[in-house]
């Protein structure tokens, strides 16, 4: 039972455009959720995140959006470098519950230059 | 501070073999998070310790893995015996407190068995 879902396994884009990247969950107990970076040979890095009473954290180039409704939190870069591309990961946590830390599958982002 | 800290980086082994990956969390730190990574899942949480208790070890695959946390600042997880589907790159992971924001993870171990 996949609880953290991205439906995309690889996205493209050129260099300048924006990329957006989505994700899904399903456990309604989730109040945080964060973005992680991972490129070959390396640990995942953490990227930007944001709280259930939050609906958009911004840094620099990247951007969270979190629509509680649907369940659905998505990452904008804008714009998109050649050093973007790398796998992206989506993660929920139970913070005020277990803190367990549930990851997605993972979307491969590739920037043309 | 070193980050968390993984041994080894790469274990080739023969099947029936026993396995054993550690790791040191960063210092302060007391949640930790094994996961295994695998173009199916993703990043699947094998088995998550608070204060060195066992939280939830439900993505543990089955009897053969077991993982401990005899302190602070160090963990194994364990494959007894080993077997081809073992063959994944291993993370670990590191936290300030269950309500901590992001984790830190280890450069990982990729296990191979044949």
């Known amino acids: 039972d996949q609880q953290v879902k991205q439906n995309s396994p690889s996205l493209s884009v050129q260099e300048g455009r924006i990329s957006i990247l989505n994700c899904d969950y399903t456990?309604?107990?989730?109040?945080?959720f964060l973005w992680y970076k991972k490129y070959p040979a390396e640990g995942p890095t953490f990227l930007i995140s944001?709280?259930?009473?939050?609906d958009k954290n911004e840094d620099g180039r990247f951007t969270v959006f979190l629509n509680k409704s649907a369940k659905h939190l998505s990452l904008h870069i804008v714009p998109s470098q050649p050093g973007d591309s790398a796998v992206y990961f989506c993660?929920?946590?139970?913070?005020?519950?277990?803190?367990?830390?549930?990851f997605g599958q993972g979307t491969t982002l590739q920037v043309k230059p | 501070d070193a980050g968390v800290i993984q041994s080894p980086r790469h274990e080739v082994t023969e099947m029936g073999q026993e396995v054993t990956l550690r790791c040191k969390p960063i210092?302060?730190?007391?949640?930790l998070f094994w996961y295994r990574q695998t173009m199916m899942r993703g990043l699947e949480l094998l088995i998550y310790?608070?204060?060195?208790?066992?939280?939830?070890d439900s993505g543990m695959p089955e009897d053969r893995f077991s993982a401990k946390m005899p302190n602070a600042s160090f963990s194994t997880l364990k494959i007894q015996p080993s077997e081809p589907r073992d063959s994944a790159v291993y993370f670990c992971?590191?936290?300030?407190?269950?309500?901590?924001?992001?984790?830190?993870f280890g450069q990982g171990t990729r296990l191979t068995v044949v």
């Open positions: 992971a590191s936290r300030r407190g269950a309500d901590g924001t992001e984790a830190f």
């Open positions: 210092s302060g730190h007391n949640s």
């Open positions: 993660a929920a946590s139970e913070r005020q519950n277990t803190g367990k830390l549930i």
């Open positions: 456990n309604s107990m989730f109040d945080y």
């Open positions: 310790f608070n204060n060195n208790v066992p939280i939830d």
């Open positions: 944001i709280s259930s009473i939050k």
